[in-house]
């Protein structure tokens, strides 16, 4: 059902299928997904927790250095388009979830700790994570979306480390 609810967000975004169809896709009864998951919240629910542990497992993959973090984190985007596009968007899922906040914690942590190396000023750790979070975040939306069309033959892991080490470089 899972892998049916990711092809169907990549085709028509996170709201515009059904779950009879989903169960259509995956050849399962009309009845399935909704014994399974409830309702439509309950399969967006199990997508994001999911995409969050995926997510988590490739921003500790990145290692220490936050600017390949930041690289882990567009790509990732890229690569789990579907997944990217519902984890982001709490009102489509039930944020309290307990699949979801812990593999949700994780990932915010590693974005938390490693913008530490952004300033030198503890009491500014939360502009830090939010402008590190908003950079990557807001070029992959941006990639996914088709909005940097003069960019658009040019690899996306590319043009972020360009960015990012524009922004960050000094850091190294």
Same mark, same amino acid.
């Given at each position: 059902m899972l892998d049916a609810a990711l092809q169907a967000i990549e085709e028509s975004g996170p709201t515009g299928w059904s779950l009879r169809? !989903?169960? #259509? #896709? %995956?050849?399962?009864s009309h009845t399935a997904p909704a014994h399974h998951?409830?309702?439509?919240?309950? !399969?967006?629910?199990?997508?994001?927790? *999911?995409?969050?542990? !995926?997510?988590?497992? %490739?921003?500790?993959? &990145?290692?220490?250095?936050? !600017? *390949?973090?930041?690289? %882990?984190?567009?790509?990732? %985007?890229?690569?789990h388009r579907a997944h990217f596009r519902v984890m982001f968007r709490p009102e489509l899922y039930r944020p309290d979830d307990p699949a979801v906040?812990?593999? #949700? *914690? #994780?990932?915010?942590?590693?974005?938390?700790t490693g913008s530490r190396q952004l300033s030198p000023d503890p009491a500014r750790d939360r502009t830090a994570t939010v402008a590190a979070w908003s950079m990557a975040h807001g070029f992959a939306s941006?990639?996914?979306?088709?909005?940097?069309?003069?960019? &658009? *033959?040019?690899d996306p892991e590319t043009v972020a480390r360009e960015i990012i080490e524009?922004?960050?470089?000094?850091?190294?």
């Open positions: 169809e !989903l169960a #259509r #896709r %995956a050849g399962v998951f409830g309702d439509k919240t309950g !399969l967006l629910t199990a997508v994001a927790a *999911e995409g969050f542990d !995926l997510f988590a497992g %490739a921003l500790t993959a &990145a290692g220490d250095d936050f !600017l *390949e973090v930041g690289i %882990a984190y567009v790509r990732f %985007a890229v690569n906040a812990p593999a #949700r *914690e #994780r990932a915010r942590q590693i974005l938390v941006l990639w996914l979306g088709g909005a940097l069309s003069d960019a &658009a *033959e040019t524009l922004a960050f470089g000094h850091l190294r």
